[in-house]
């Protein structure tokens, strides 16, 4: 008889453990499933905000004004072509 309950007594941890740590994967996977979401919602934010477009006082190329140099009055796709432009200029000037 003592045999039969203890059997019994284990059988039911066993259940109530594998219930709780169902409970601790669904909660987990919820979460994750929300960071998710809230990452694909502030990339669409930041795609909804597009970034100016510039110009190359040099070559003429349109580029994002995050990658372009600026010179303080003139943007440009490169520094060599900062530099190239601004001798062009004093070459000129003289």
Request: proline share 2%; charged share 30%; glycine share 4%.
């Amino acid at each position: 008889m003592r045999a039969i309950v203890f059997l019994l007594f284990v059988v039911l941890i066993f259940f109530i453990a594998r219930f709780v740590l169902n409970r601790i994967i669904e909660i987990r996977e919820k979460q994750n499933q929300q960071a998710m979401q809230n990452e694909k919602e502030q990339q669409v934010k930041q795609n909804d905000h597009p970034e100016e477009m510039v110009r190359c006082a040099e070559c003429g190329v349109h580029l994002p004004q995050a990658e372009a140099y600026f010179d303080g009055k003139d943007t440009f796709c490169s520094e060599g072509h900062m530099q190239k432009y601004h001798l062009k200029k004093t070459e000129n000037d003289e």
